[in-house]
């Protein structure tokens, strides 16, 4: 995984299965993510890689949130 946003980007991974409710749902999530040695951020999935064969995960890139910083996002509307 990849976290970009911040002053430089924090190549970081995890477990497959840690990532089963942020991607295998409809709804937009924000995320909090906890390494211990960097810190801790508040991020959005930005974009997700599947192998073409397996459907597994190859690889996720986050982008970081800032209270100061507008985002602009795609998010589902259920009516």
Do not use: W
């Not at 990532?19 to 993510?33: D, M, Q, R, S």
């Amino acid at each position: 995984c990849v976290l970009y946003g911040g002053e430089a980007p924090v190549h970081f991974a995890a477990d497959e299965r840690a990532f089963a409710k942020l991607i295998y749902t409809p709804n937009a999530h924000t995320v909090v993510i906890d390494l211990s040695d960097n810190g801790t951020f508040n991020a959005i999935l930005q974009d997700i890689q599947f192998h073409p064969v397996s459907d597994k995960i190859l690889h996720i890139d986050f982008y970081q949130l800032f209270d100061d910083r507008e985002v602009s996002m795609n998010i589902p509307v259920v009516i």
